[in-house]
């Protein structure tokens, strides 16, 4: 159950409260203009009425953001044709239009949509962890738009549009809801003229609430949200000839997201595929197929020519999941890894338009910042410790005996002191995969009970654009 309340006060501009589309037909005309109210896009780098722009472009003032509840981009496909949207498993977010979007996961990948602020390309942008606030419109340009919007945009465009400082008068509004969970959400905005050529305004929101999914191995609940977005804009017009605009924008995120949903799975009892694909059962996937099982197994290292005994495991033997009870609900997970998620990002905006008769100058540059940094056990579950038993003995062993060449002990003896410094029954250690390459060998090491199987996607970058 959520209540929701809404402060207005001051001079509001009127709009409209739903979204217009011009399309262009199949045979190459342009589309017809329609009666009613003008919305002004920038569909071609200069300010054009929507109905005269002779391309596919949906564009959604903030009355019609607001009155269709399209609060970030998840929404935002459900009201356009030919477009998709997802939050992909690696930190990373896809446009999909028209059927071409991008279909890799990693923060390295660059997409097939350009997303742009106020005409600017963003890259590697966090823009859709958080939610829209205080815009003047969102437009989608449907189609290859390279010409104008340079690379990665394929498919088309994404321009979301802030909205500016208004100099004739004092305005402000405020949302405040709160919900089960113990959520909080509030959104903002304060507009303020100074004297007549200078205008300022201050948006922001903020959302926090407890986790949606309950982790049944320390009772805890994950999926929490901890985030805030603020945004400053300024412009100055001292004259009806010339207008420069500067914003700022900092948003922060930090808290136990789970950038892995919990999967289905019709478990493969071979370890062949890992899940089966016809029906989707509350179950874990086959360890054996996975990455680490392949590169920790007995048969790869016979294969390189090393003894077997180093493997955790055989391929063709139990898995760490052939033991592990998947709860049967989308809610609720058992595993011994908290997720960890933290994001940041800094937006510095300044445009200049300048009229010298009937030509216009337009001059825009962006400096951005952006990092996420997120970790998290993929499969969601507990391996048994079990499936490694034999592996440890097997390194103890090895650790207390020259049985593979003279003065191996001495060799295997530091490995079996990080992996397991109690012994094959104390805690099991893996590597922290932090930035700085120190695993598990130098100190660097994380322990639990049960075997940690976890990953961690992370990336930090600097671009800008004029």
Same mark, same amino acid.
Request: hydrophobic letters at 35%; glycine letters at 10%.
């Given at each position: 159950?959520?209540?929701?309340?809404?402060?207005?006060?001051?001079?509001?501009?009127?709009?409209?409260?739903?979204?217009?589309?011009?399309?262009?037909?199949? !045979?190459?005309?342009?589309?017809?203009?329609?009666? $009613?109210?003008?919305?002004?896009?920038? =569909?071609?780098?200069?300010?054009?009425?929507?109905?005269?722009?002779?391309?596919?472009?949906?564009?959604?003032?903030?009355?019609?953001?607001?009155?269709?509840?399209?609060?970030?981009?998840?929404?935002?496909?459900?009201?356009?044709?030919?477009?998709?949207?997802?939050?992909?498993?690696?930190?990373?977010?896809?446009f999909?239009?028209?059927?071409?979007?991008?279909?890799?996961?990693?923060?390295?990948?660059?997409?097939?949509?350009?997303?742009h602020?106020?005409?600017?390309?963003?890259?590697?942008?966090?823009?859709?962890?958080?939610?829209?606030?205080?815009?003047?419109?969102?437009?989608?340009?449907?189609?290859?738009?390279?010409?104008?919007?340079?690379?990665?945009?394929?498919?088309?465009?994404?321009?979301?549009?802030?909205?500016?400082?208004?100099?004739?008068?004092?305005?402000?509004?405020?949302e405040?809801?709160?919900?089960?969970?113990?959520?909080?959400?509030?959104?903002?905005m304060?507009?303020?003229?100074?004297?007549?050529?200078?205008?300022?305004?201050?948006?922001?929101?903020?959302l926090?609430?407890? $986790?949606?999914?309950?982790?049944?191995?320390?009772?805890?609940?994950?999926?929490?949200?901890?985030?805030?977005?603020?945004?400053?804009?300024?412009?100055?017009?001292? $004259?009806?000839?010339?207008?420069?605009?500067?914003?700022?924008?900092?948003?922060?995120?930090?808290?136990?997201?789970?950038?892995?949903?919990?999967?289905?799975?019709?478990?493969?009892?071979?370890?062949?595929?890992?899940?089966?694909?016809?029906?989707?059962?509350?179950?874990?996937?086959? =360890?054996?197929?996975?990455?680490?099982?392949?590169?920790?197994?007995?048969?790869?290292?016979?294969?390189q020519?090393?003894?077997?005994?180093?493997?955790?495991?055989?391929?063709?033997?139990?898995?760490?999941?052939?033991?592990?009870?998947?709860?049967?609900?989308?809610?609720?997970?058992?595993?011994?890894?908290?997720?960890?998620?933290?994001?940041?990002?800094?937006?510095?905006?300044?445009?200049?338009?300048?009229?010298?008769?009937?030509?216009?100058?337009?001059?825009?540059?962006?400096?951005q910042?952006?990092?996420?940094? !997120?970790?998290?056990?993929?499969?969601?579950?507990?391996l048994?410790?079990? !499936?490694?038993?034999?592996?440890?003995?097997?390194?103890?062993?090895?650790?207390?005996?020259?049985?593979i060449?003279?003065?191996?002990?001495?060799?295997?003896?530091?490995?079996?002191?990080a992996?397991?410094?109690?012994?094959?029954?104390?805690?099991?250690?893996?590597?922290?995969?932090?930035?700085?390459?120190? $695993?598990?060998?130098?100190?660097?090491?994380?322990?639990?009970?049960?075997?940690?199987?976890?990953?961690?996607?992370?990336?930090?970058?600097?671009?800008?654009?004029?």
């Amino acid at each position: 159950m959520r209540v929701k309340a809404t402060l207005l006060a001051g001079i509001c501009a009127g709009g409209l409260a739903f979204p217009v589309t011009a399309q262009e037909t199949d !045979s190459g005309e342009s589309p017809v203009a329609t009666s $009613g109210p003008v919305i002004v896009v920038t =569909a071609q780098r200069q300010d054009q009425s929507l109905q005269e722009v002779p391309i596919a472009v949906s564009a959604f003032t903030s009355e019609a953001l607001e009155a269709q509840q399209i609060e970030n981009a998840s929404d935002l496909q459900l009201t356009l044709p030919n477009v998709s949207f997802t939050k992909s498993n690696f930190t990373s977010s896809s446009f999909t239009i028209r059927g071409i979007g991008d279909l890799c996961v990693g923060v390295t990948c660059d997409s097939a949509t350009a997303i742009h602020t106020n005409g600017s390309p963003l890259f590697g942008t966090r823009l859709f962890e958080t939610e829209y606030f205080d815009l003047e419109r969102v437009e989608v340009l449907r189609g290859p738009q390279g010409t104008l919007f340079g690379r990665n945009a394929t498919s088309g465009v994404v321009n979301v549009v802030t909205a500016k400082p208004d100099l004739s008068g004092f305005g402000a509004a405020a949302e405040l809801e709160y919900g089960n969970y113990d959520s909080i959400k509030a959104k903002g905005m304060v507009n303020v003229p100074i004297g007549q050529v200078l205008g300022l305004r201050v948006a922001g929101f903020y959302l926090n609430r407890d $986790g949606y999914t309950r982790n049944l191995y320390d009772g805890s609940r994950i999926d929490d949200r901890d985030m805030y977005a603020v945004r400053g804009s300024l412009r100055f017009e001292p $004259g009806p000839d010339t207008t420069l605009d500067l914003m700022g924008y900092y948003f922060r995120e930090n808290d136990n997201r789970l950038r892995i949903q919990k999967q289905t799975c019709q478990r493969d009892p071979t370890g062949v595929l890992g899940c089966l694909n016809a029906r989707r059962d509350f179950d874990s996937t086959n =360890a054996n197929s996975t990455l680490a099982g392949v590169l920790a197994s007995e048969e790869l290292y016979a294969i390189q020519g090393l003894p077997p005994g180093f493997g955790l495991g055989s391929l063709y033997g139990p898995d760490g999941f052939a033991n592990f009870d998947e709860p049967d609900d989308v809610r609720v997970v058992n595993t011994p890894v908290t997720p960890e998620y933290f994001a940041d990002e800094l937006q510095l905006q300044a445009h200049l338009e300048q009229r010298f008769g009937t030509m216009n100058l337009s001059l825009t540059g962006l400096y951005q910042e952006t990092s996420v940094d !997120s970790r998290q056990d993929y499969n969601l579950g507990v391996l048994d410790r079990t !499936s490694y038993a034999a592996a440890l003995n097997q390194l103890a062993f090895f650790a207390a005996n020259d049985v593979i060449f003279p003065g191996s002990s001495a060799y295997f003896a530091p490995i079996a002191q990080a992996l397991i410094p109690g012994g094959p029954n104390g805690q099991l250690c893996t590597s922290d995969n932090d930035m700085g390459s120190q $695993g598990a060998f130098q100190g660097n090491a994380i322990c639990g009970d049960v075997p940690l199987s976890y990953d961690r996607s992370n990336q930090d970058q600097k671009a800008w654009s004029a």
